[in-house]
């Protein structure tokens, strides 16, 4: 990795209603997808394979049909030798408008990139009727240009893509935070096991409102239901372990670049006690902060069986 600073800083309010425009380039294999999906998971709007001559009318119309967009990652791929001088040419128009815009380019070695188009069983897309190599070597002649010009390149032969993800990451820091975006959803066991599940909990050690009359036709969302399943022996202690177990894996997410996490709470019918608890969680991680007050979590709850008959 080549001409890395500390970060880039993208709070520019200098430029035209804070327009940042960051394009994606470098070799076929070295990363680029997994560049775009750290930068989209960031909170970037991200384009792929946008011709540069349609970039211009591209980024009008994100702005248009979203003012609050700010910054924009575009994915260039080699198409013809004349990529380097049409993309040189916009950045000069952006620039002139007042819109500030950076290159990252990915690169890696001749053997690791055979190595990984072998590995998937795909044609270069510049290989046409010759060789692997051939196609390797006729991208790297057009895309020169465009890496001579990059702010910053990344050599990705040894990088997992945790590390590309670290790599990224550090460079262009989300614009709000790096949290975890956390989803707390209950569930009744009998309509089966959510599938999107990171984590599930069985609240069916507690007792059952269903059983208690004046209980039974109200929901995990009531006070009466709240009090009753959050007053049971355990109930509290359950929720403080769980509470724990998020608190323990969430650095490890973060680390290998998982940025989502969906907690999935059950109960018989997913309608008393995994509603309940599930309001629970969801409360106390939206009241835990970091060292500045901030946030910890991103927190969402949501009850996917509630209203089953």
Request: net charge negative; glycine share 10%; charged share 25%.
């Amino acid at each position: 990795m080549t001409e890395h600073p500390d970060t880039v800083s993208t709070d520019d309010t200098d430029a035209v209603g804070g327009l940042i425009v960051l394009f994606v380039a470098g070799m076929s294999g070295a990363g680029r997808s997994t560049a775009a999906n750290v930068l989209e998971d960031d909170g970037w709007y991200v384009a792929d394979n946008v011709p540069p001559t349609l970039i211009s009318t591209m980024i009008e119309m994100v702005r248009e049909s979203d003012p609050a967009i700010s910054r924009l990652a575009m994915v260039i791929r080699a198409s013809d030798e004349a990529i380097g001088s049409q993309l040189d040419d916009v950045r000069k128009t952006l620039e002139a408008s007042g819109a500030r815009t950076m290159i990252l380019f990915l690169d890696a070695s001749e053997q690791v990139l055979v190595r990984r188009f072998e590995q998937v069983r795909r044609r270069h897309p510049l290989q046409g009727r010759e060789t692997l190599v051939d196609g390797i070597a006729r991208e790297r002649v057009i895309l020169a240009p465009i890496k001579n010009a990059a702010d910053l390149v990344v050599e990705t032969s040894a990088l997992t893509a945790a590390k590309l993800r670290e790599v990224v990451e550090g460079v262009y820091p989300d614009e709000a935070d790096n949290r975890l975006s956390v989803a707390v959803q209950s569930f009744g066991f009998k309509y089966g096991l959510p599938i999107d599940s990171d984590l599930v909990a069985d609240a069916r050690f507690l007792p059952n409102p269903h059983w208690v009359p004046e209980l039974r036709e109200q929901t995990g969302r009531d006070g009466p239901v709240r009090d009753y399943v959050l007053g049971q022996d355990g109930a509290g202690r359950f929720v403080d372990l769980y509470l724990e177990l998020v608190g323990l894996v969430t650095p490890g997410y973060l680390r290998e670049g998982k940025r989502y996490m969906t907690i999935s709470i059950g109960c018989t019918g997913g309608k008393h006690r995994s509603v309940a608890i599930s309001e629970a969680i969801g409360a106390r991680l939206r009241a835990l902060t970091d060292g500045g007050g901030a946030a910890r979590y991103d927190v969402r709850v949501m009850h996917r069986d509630l209203g089953r008959e």
